[in-house]
């Protein structure tokens, strides 16, 4: 099972994409797992019998509140980090059997939702995509034999709602089935945290940077846990180069050199919430 986006297939804006990448791929390099960030929730994996959990992409629970009372910029509950949205499932469910292709009138979304989750489940082997971009550009699902005996083979997405969101576009192969359950949720942004230093901390994403961002490390004895590092030193091009590339041909040049001194990515400190107390590493891969 491999949830994936597709691959924008213009030349024109390849090329475009091409030159941005090579100016910008410090960014896109940190935003892989480990460096907790977000703009909607993914859940893989996660549904049973129609049921949604909701979990950032790193498995983190986001708190739900039955009675949708949270204000914005709540603080962050017990078990949420600071910047992670609050979410709220609203109103009833509804399924739709998927074969081909189909374009899903959504429901009349419920007073105070902000997105809609999908979630597809593959009935068959194969790729499946849902979303609602009409030209295709939407997560995609690769769905195996053992994905499907073992109901596995399952993906969601909350998709921010506008004005225009109005259809959901769904796909599978020619022979493919998949269920598409949709559900509108209301998210609620929690605040920042700030330690003593003035710093803030938290998760990087729904339109928020914190200076000490939230990051799974790994301590000496070899353990996973969550801290926070520096975004001066995600944002960084690598050791060497705390600043960025001002052309395309610079940050080659210096991804080149980068590769040579550091071919097996490098270490950057991970801290307690204070800024200050070290509990690990977090490792940067080429």
Do not use: K
């Not at 480990?34 to 994996?45: H, K, N, P, R």
């Not at 949720?185 to 901390?201: F, I, K, M, Q």
């Not at 041909?249 to 950057?268: H, T």
């Amino acid at each position: 099972m491999n949830p994936e986006f597709s691959v924008v297939r213009s030349d024109a804006m390849r090329a475009q994409l091409e030159q941005a990448v090579a100016v910008n791929a410090h960014t896109a390099a940190r935003r892989v797992p480990g460096w907790i960030t977000g703009t909607s929730l993914l859940i893989v994996g996660l549904v049973a019998g129609g049921a949604v959990s909701a979990a950032a992409v790193t498995g983190l629970q986001s708190a739900s509140l039955p009675d949708g009372s949270a204000t914005a910029e709540a603080e962050a509950p017990p078990g949420v980090l600071p910047g992670m949205p609050i979410v709220s499932l609203l109103g009833e469910t509804a399924s739709y059997e998927i074969l081909g292709e189909a374009s899903v009138e959504l429901p009349i979304p419920p007073d105070g939702a902000t997105h809609v989750r999908a979630t597809i489940s593959c009935r068959t082997v194969g790729a499946f995509s849902w979303g609602t971009d009409p030209a295709g550009n939407n997560p995609s699902l690769y769905c195996r034999a053992a994905d499907v005996t073992s109901g596995s083979g399952n993906a969601s997405m909350d998709f921010p709602l506008d004005a225009g969101t109005q259809l959901l576009f769904a796909q599978t192969g020619p022979e493919g089935r998949a269920l598409l359950v949709v559900q509108y949720v209301n998210y609620v942004p929690t605040a920042l945290g700030r330690n003593p230093s003035g710093e803030t901390y938290g998760v990087a994403g729904f339109g928020l940077e914190p200076d000490l961002v939230a990051v799974d490390g790994i301590a000496p004895d070899g353990s996973s846990f969550v801290g926070y590092a520096r975004a001066t030193d995600l944002d960084a091009f690598g050791p060497d180069w705390p600043g960025q590339p001002s052309s395309p041909e610079q940050a080659l040049e210096w991804q080149r050199e980068r590769d040579q001194r550091y071919p097996d990515g490098w270490e950057i400190p991970v801290y307690s919430s204070d800024g200050r107390t070290v509990l690990g590493t977090f490792l940067i891969s080429n």
